[in-house]
């Protein structure tokens, strides 16, 4: 679950994140969703799964940080799917916050940058 932005290219990264576990066969589906702005919403993207059969969905945040969106508006949205189907169990993953491969991800970027603008090495 994502929010979102009424530019595509901003969600073409997490597109490209649901494309690449769906491909790893671990799951029996995946389905990007969006809180705002985009299709399938969380509520259309849940029921599209259980259309498909799911019994079990486990909804993961794609939020660095704790905010309104993840303490309050994340757990009624899914809270109202499992209402809408009483029959399947819907989890609320933890949203992405601190992770040490997020720390490295970072550190690549920098590195990145630095070969690009010849950034000074500490001696």
Known sequence: MAHGSPDDRANASFRAIA???????QYAAVAASFMELNEPS???AVDQL??????????????LQLGGHVAEDLPQITGAAHAKHPDVTIKLAGYLGYDPLLARVIADRVREACEQASCPKRP
Not at 50 to 63: D, L, R, S
């Open 50 to 63: 259980v259309m498909e059969g799911m019994q079990q969905i486990t909804a993961v945040p794609f939020f």
């Open 42 to 44: 969380i509520p259309q």
């Open 19 to 25: 494309t690449r576990l769906a491909a790893t066969g």
